[in-house]
C-alpha cells in the first residue's frame, strides 16, 4: 500500500534532530525508565523509532532495543547516530501496521507518531491504527508494559473550523488533516498529500481495549512536557500506558 509518508520522512531525517520538540528526550528517556522499571539486559522495541532518539538512549541506559521504523533515511540516521555513540540498536525497516518479530519483547514504545495516526492515501483510518496496536500486542510478552504518544484529536477539532472541513482539509468524522508538502527531485518539484489523525480519550482507551491491552494511565503527552496527569484540552498530545494482560486476546 503506498504511504506518502515514507517520503516526507526520508527528506526530513537529516533535519529531524533540529526540532524544537526532540530536546526533551533524555526526560522523556527518564521517564519511560521509571515507569518500566526493566533490569538491564530487557528487551525494549521502539516502534517508529524514527532516527532512534529514544532508542539510543535507552541502549545507553543498558536495554536491548529494537527499533522499527518504516523510513529508510530515519533509519540510516539512527544507525549513524548509534555508531557514533558507540551503542547496539536492532534496526528493522517494517511497516508498524505489518509486522513480526522472532522474539517477544518485555515493553514497547511507539512515541511522537512512531506511525500511529500517520495514515498512506488508501489507509483506513480506524483499521491502520488498530492493526499498528495489534501488531505490538503480538510483539511483546504477557504482562509487558506499553507507552504510546499519539495526537490530541480534542485539540485538533478545537482548532478547525468550518471553512477547512468545507475544503476537505479536516474530517470531523475521523478527526483526520490532510495537508500537501512540497519536495525537490532531480526532476523537478513534487508534491504528496499527507493524512494525520487524532483520537480522543475514550477511543484511544477503547482502541487499546479492542488490540487486547488493559489502558493504566492516558496523560497529557505533549513532547517535550510529558506529566502524568489529565490530557489538557489544546495540548497537541496525549499519551497511553498500557499492559498486555496474561490471556488477554485481541477481539476479531
Ligand atoms: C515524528 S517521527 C517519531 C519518531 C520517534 N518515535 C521520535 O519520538 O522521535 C514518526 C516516525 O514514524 C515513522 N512511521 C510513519 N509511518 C510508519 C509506519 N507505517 N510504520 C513504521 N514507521 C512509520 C516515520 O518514518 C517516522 O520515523
Redesign the pocket.
Known amino acids: 500500500m503506498k504511504?506518502e509518508?515514507?517520503t516526507f520522512?526520508d527528506h526530513y531525517a537529516p533535519f529531524y534532530l533540529q526540532e524544537a520538540f526532540?530536546r526533551n528526550t533524555l526526560q522523556e528517556v527518564e521517564f519511560i525508565l521509571e515507569e518500566f522499571g526493566l533490569p538491564a539486559g530487557s528487551h525494549i522495541l521502539?516502534?517508529?523509532?524514527?532516527?532512534g532518539?529514544?532508542a539510543v538512549e535507552l541502549a545507553r541506559h543498558g536495554l536491548r532495543v529494537t527499533g522499527?521504523?518504516?523510513?529508510e533515511g530515519?533509519l540510516s540516521e539512527g544507525r549513524r547516530r548509534a555508531a557514533q555513540e558507540d551503542v547496539s540498536v536492532e534496526w528493522v525497516q517494517?511497516?508498524?501496521?505489518d509486522f513480526h518479530l522472532p522474539e517477544l519483547a518485555d515493553a514497547a514504545i511507539c512515541?511522537?507518531?512512531?506511525?500511529f495516526g500517520?495514515l498512506g492515501s488508501g489507509d483506513d483510518p480506524y483499521q491502520h491504527e488498530l492493526r499498528i496496536l495489534s501488531c505490538i500486542h503480538a510483539a511483546i510478552k504477557p504482562q509487558a508494559r506499553f507507552i504510546l504518544t499519539t495526537l490530541n484529536g480534542m485539540a485538533k477539532i478545537r482548532a478547525a473550523s468550518e471553512e477547512q472541513v468545507s475544503q476537505g482539509v479536516f474530517d470531523p468524522m475521523a478527526i483526520m488533516e490532510t495537508f500537501s508538502m512540497e519536495y525537490e527531485t532531480p526532476e523537478g518539484k513534487r508534491s504528496i498529500a499527507l493524512k494525520e489523525r487524532g483520537f480522543v480519550p475514550s477511543e484511544l482507551r477503547l482502541m487499546l481495549q479492542v488490540a487486547g491491552f488493559t489502558v493504566e494511565h492516558l496523560y497529557g503527552g505533549t513532547a517535550g512536557a510529558w506529566h502524568r496527569g489529565p490530557v489538557q484540552l489544546d495540548e497537541m498530545e496525549i499519551m497511553a500506558i498500557a499492559r498486555k494482560a496474561e490471556g488477554d486476546q485481541p477481539s476479531p
Open positions: 504511504n509518508w515514507i520522512f526532540t521502539d516502534v517508529g523509532c524514527g532516527v532518539r529514544h522499527i521504523d518504516i523510513s530515519m517494517a511497516d508498524a501496521s512515541l511522537c507518531e512512531g506511525a500517520l
